[in-house]
């Protein structure tokens, strides 16, 4: 109906009022990124001391007992999914583990033969070294209180802070292996970053063959020993552990002996000048329940 | 919006917070992986508003950086804006429709996902487009799984409000 007049339902003190509505909505929007910002780059700039950092801190001490109640709620169906997932390959798992078991027995003798007679020369050298893993650390045995979320973080929030004596760059293993480092602490909760983040780097070595390089990230749950040169001779199935030196661009803070993987595959190409050898971690790092914060007892 | 209704939305938004960093994060299905926290803030925006949403998501933000002692303001940031679209959504043409919360957690978990990836691009932070992208179909499937439960459950508690109460800019015909 063209001819029709329209009636207008809304009267000039309504438009008023929805006008500063959606003027205050913006302002409030507003305000609230540019408190977000402010943060991001107060944090940004001092990311592990100041003000801010205290207070989140403190913060994530109070948060702390809302995580763990959520953990022990959470654990029983975490059990239930491990348990079942566990229970499929168990089978085959186990034949692995009997091989393994028979290899280590035999390489076991060896070695404390080999430890025995290295400890002597050590005293009638009377040879001065840095903290040895595990002898000169004392573990902190901490839970896992929260998870990386998503590819973005490789990072754990762990029980146990300055309080307990870790301090940044405190090594952090697991029962199988090493897990990674302590970036960020408040003392009573830490951040530590995992083997697998890209910037992790930890300078190993093969164990079998001596052969160094460096651990970092790889695809997919592995890891890839770096700078290998194409001369040295890597095998599937050679142990991998921390190799304790100290490198001038990836400062190793990690005692020598730390396992971290073992060896699947070796491979190189025409153009690389390095291989590449995949490592699988030992600790099961999407997965950590539990870890321990190996806090050094002997003074540098 | 009353007193109480803000006391329940914080009340979702900070046990929403607490499951995602502490059980949620863990569950990687697929290289996915589910965010309680955000598929709650899209229904808690999407029943009361861009204001509350907005708020919400800064609150909500603030908590996980704090509980995962990370970067101050990157998580608040992302989730501010998350919350005040889809709260904008929700006033305008998203109000009263069915599958708005599946639509909007759908499309947030991309924005979210590419917003995080930027900021960290941004601040010259490890940022893996080829990981997020992997991960990207199975963490949207896994949100829209939850977000039929978690909608009823905000919904329930947070009761949709009369027309008028809504801040509106464009009015829907018909």
């Known amino acids: 109906?063209?001819?029709?007049?329209?009636?207008?339902?809304?009267?000039?003190?309504?438009?008023?009022?929805?006008?500063?509505?959606?003027?205050?909505?913006?302002?409030?929007?507003?305000?609230?990124?540019?408190?977000?910002?402010?943060?991001?780059?107060?944090?940004?700039?001092?990311?592990?001391?100041?003000?801010?950092?205290?207070?989140?801190?403190?913060g994530a001490t109070a948060l702390r007992p809302f995580q763990v109640a959520a953990g022990r709620v959470a654990r029983p169906f975490r059990d239930a999914y491990n348990w079942f997932d566990g229970l499929t390959r168990a089978k085959s798992e186990n034949a692995k583990l009997q091989r393994e078991l028979r290899q280590v027995r035999a390489q076991a003798t060896e070695y404390q033969a080999g430890a025995q007679r290295a400890t002597e020369l050590e005293k009638l050298l009377n040879y001065e070294q840095g903290p040895t893993y595990p002898k000169d650390f004392r573990p902190v045995n901490t839970s896992v209180i929260?998870?990386?979320?998503?590819?973005?973080?490789?990072?754990?929030?762990?029980?146990?802070?300055?309080?307990?004596?870790?301090t940044i760059n405190t090594p952090v293993v697991n029962a199988d292996g090493l897990v990674g480092r302590v970036t960020n602490a408040s003392p009573s909760t830490s951040v530590v970053t995992l083997l697998s983040d890209p910037e992790s780097a930890v300078a190993a070595r093969d164990l079998k063959s001596g052969v160094s390089g460096l651990i970092r990230h790889g695809q997919g749950n592995t890891l890839i020993l770096d700078q290998v040169s194409k001369e040295q001779k890597v095998s599937v199935g050679d142990v991998i552990v921390t190799q304790g030196t100290r490198d001038r661009r990836y400062p190793d803070l990690y005692p020598y002996g730390i396992p971290i993987g073992r060896v699947i595959n070796v491979g190189t190409t025409d153009i690389a000048s390095y291989l590449t050898v995949q490592v699988a971690p030992f600790a099961s790092l999407g997965s950590l329940d539990s870890v321990a914060a190996l806090v050094s007892t002997k003074r540098k | 919006m009353r007193a109480v209704d803000g006391a329940k939305a914080a009340v979702l938004l900070f046990v929403a917070a607490i499951m995602q960093v502490s059980i949620f994060a863990q569950a990687h299905v697929l290289g996915g992986v589910p965010d309680l926290l955000l598929v709650t803030l899209v229904a808690v925006a999407l029943l009361r508003g861009a204001v509350v949403g907005a708020a919400g998501g800064f609150f909500a933000g603030l908590l996980v950086d704090t509980a995962t002692l990370g970067q101050l303001g990157l998580t608040s940031l992302v989730l501010t804006l998350a919350g005040y679209w889809i709260g904008r959504y929700g006033e305008t043409t998203g109000r009263d429709r069915r599958h708005a919360p599946f639509v909007s957690v759908a499309v947030v978990t991309v924005l979210y996902s590419f917003?995080?990836?930027?900021?960290?691009?941004?601040?010259?932070?490890?940022?893996?487009?080829?990981?997020?992208?992997?991960?990207?179909?199975?963490?949207?499937?896994?949100?829209?799984?939850l977000t039929g439960a978690v909608y009823a459950l905000v919904r329930r508690l947070l009761r949709p409000l009369d027309r008028s109460d809504l801040a509106t800019e464009v009015q829907l015909l018909g």
């Not at chain 1, 929007?29 to 977000?36: H, I, N, Q, S, T």
């Not at chain 1, 973005?152 to 307990?164: D, K, L, M, R, V």
């Open chain 1, 1 to 58: 109906m063209l001819g029709s007049s329209v009636q207008r339902s809304r009267s000039k003190n309504q438009y008023a009022g929805r006008a500063r509505s959606a003027m205050v909505r913006r302002l409030i929007l507003a305000v609230l990124v540019v408190g977000a910002l402010a943060l991001l780059t107060i944090s940004f700039r001092s990311p592990t001391s100041g003000f801010l950092h205290d207070v989140q801190g403190t």
């Open chain 1, 146 to 166: 929260s998870f990386p979320s998503g590819p973005f973080a490789q990072q754990i929030g762990i029980g146990a802070g300055t309080s307990s004596g870790i």
């Open chain 2, 115 to 145: 917003g995080l990836l930027l900021v960290r691009f941004v601040l010259g932070e490890p940022a893996p487009a080829a990981a997020m992208l992997r991960g990207l179909a199975p963490s949207i499937a896994l949100n829209l799984i």
